[in-house]
């Protein structure tokens, strides 16, 4: 029974045209869950327009790894269902796609909206899970802050989430920092 990492939805919408992170953002995903680390790499995309079945190909950013191997899983809705109609999916619809795991690592677009409702939802039926945030829309964010992003990591610190050190952050936003992780086991506590 091998470890699962899932990436949520490597769609064009998300990804900007120039953004040359990217290829920094796939060596991070590849170090920390490729070939050798134990770990099976799973991409959920949005299900096609003419078959909910099956996965939507035409909106997947080709600067992800996607087609170069991993298990595909589909959504339940398509990109538009989500962007016109706020359709969200069903994450145990999801959880059921992957196979016999008592491990998950999520990562993908966006952090505080569908890499959370899986990372809770996985939780709630048992999983050891956590949210690599460096593999998620907050790569972006960071790495436009000048924050050196290691391809492994083992300790997180208030710096590796753009606060320098706790006592140059407010005391405010260091507090409502970690109430946001506190009552989520899935998420690095710092």
Not at 9 to 26: C, I, N
Not at 39 to 52: A, I, M, R, V
Not at 146 to 159: A, T
Request: aromatic residues 12%.
């Amino acid at each position: 029974m091998a470890d699962q990492y899932l990436f949520v939805f490597p769609a064009k919408r998300y990804l900007k045209e120039g953004d040359h992170e990217v290829g920094k953002l796939d060596l991070i995903i590849n170090a920390r869950y490729g070939r050798g680390s134990g770990y099976e790499t799973n991409w959920l995309l949005f299900s096609s327009p003419q078959n909910y079945a099956e996965p939507d190909f035409e909106s997947v950013d080709n600067r992800m790894p996607v087609r170069d191997g991993g298990r595909i899983l589909v959504a339940g809705i398509t990109l538009a269902d989500c962007i016109e109609r706020e359709v969200r999916f069903d994450p145990d619809y999801v959880l059921s796609q992957l196979p016999s795991t008592r491990k998950l690592v999520v990562g993908g677009f966006h952090d505080a909206d569908c890499v959370e409702r899986i990372a809770a939802a996985a939780h709630a039926k048992g999983f050891e899970v956590l949210v690599d945030e460096d593999t998620t829309d907050m790569f972006f964010t960071r790495r436009a802050l000048g924050i050196e992003i290691p391809l492994e990591r083992r300790v997180w610190s208030l710096k590796d989430f753009g606060m320098a050190a706790s006592q140059e952050a407010p005391s405010w936003v260091v507090e409502t920092f970690r109430e946001y992780r506190r009552d989520k086991p899935y998420r690095v506590k710092v």
